[in-house]
């Protein structure tokens, strides 16, 4: 295992004209059904190259395998490298894809409205969304003693998807009328939703957006590269399981 001293040692800044030079190509280490799906149908969207290595989750334990800590201290997926640099953190990966390879695609316009919803959806996907659905996840295992909890992190859920329900009237996608990369980084939290069986019938026009997401050749692609997906309706039945959070 990496040291995480040695890791920040290795000070993991790329610089891109060497890599350029040197023709590296993206690595994106993947593992199933995990949030690297987003790294792969970002990469496909973008029409950007890439190499994928993947790792599977422990049948039993449903973590990631300790060969990921070789490539990142943490051993969470995802994490990219490209030359020199190692990144993790989906979130930060989508946003240096973008900047090294977007040419403005797939972010709105700075200054418009549909860029402030952008990066409202971008930054609640990890740091609301995603906090509280692994938060009932875990709460689950605790037993009668996680009860009351339990009840005030689905409330949160619950609000959380009838906000999302809502923010679909204003143009079908997250930030407004264009596919952007925050359906990208919002699509993890709602597939899991769903999977988990929180996504009911109030929620009409998130179903149909989850199945529009999943229907785009750039998404299928990616699935393709990374394997079938226990979140993804057309090839969860040739993915590996994973455990169903209950109710
Ligand atoms: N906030 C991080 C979360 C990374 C994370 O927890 N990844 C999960 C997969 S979805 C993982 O690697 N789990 C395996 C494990 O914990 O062993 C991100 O967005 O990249």
């Known amino acids: 295992m990496q040291e995480i001293a040695d890791w920040v040692a290795m000070s993991p800044i790329s610089d891109d004209r060497n890599n350029e030079r040197a023709g590296t190509m993206i690595v994106v280490h993947h593992l199933n059904n995990s949030r690297s799906q987003r790294v792969l149908w ?12 993947t790792y599977r ?17 943490l051993g969470k997926s995802p ?18 894809l973008l900047e090294r390879h977007g040419n403005g695609r797939l972010v709105p316009a700075r200054g418009t409205n549909e860029h402030v919803r952008y990066l409202h959806w971008m930054h609640f996907a990890e740091g609301t969304i995603m ?84 229907a785009r050749p750039a998404y299928r692609r990616a699935v393709d590269r990374g394997g079938a997906d226990a979140f993804d309706a057309a090839s969860a039945h040739d993915a590996a399981p994973f455990p169903r959070p209950s109710r």
């Open 42 to 53: 970002l990469l496909e969207e973008l029409n950007t190259p890439y190499r994928v290595e």
């Open 57 to 73: 989750r422990d049948a039993k334990t449903n973590l990631a395998p300790s060969e990921l800590r070789a490539v990142h201290p």
């Open 79 to 96: 994490v990219i490298q490209d030359g020199d640099l190692v990144l993790a953190e989906s979130g930060a990966i989508i946003e240096y």
């Open 131 to 214: 906090l509280h659905l692994v938060a009932r996840l875990y709460l689950g295992r605790v037993g009668d003693a996680a009860k009351t909890m339990q009840a005030r992190v689905e409330g949160m859920i619950g609000d959380e998807l009838d906000l999302v329900e809502a923010e679909l009237t204003r143009g079908g996608h997250m930030a407004g009328a264009e596919f952007s990369a925050a359906d990208v980084q919002m699509m993890f939290p709602l597939e899991f939703a769903a999977f988990a069986r929180l996504v009911d019938a109030r929620h009409a026009r998130l179903r149909d957006y989850l199945a529009r997401m999943q």
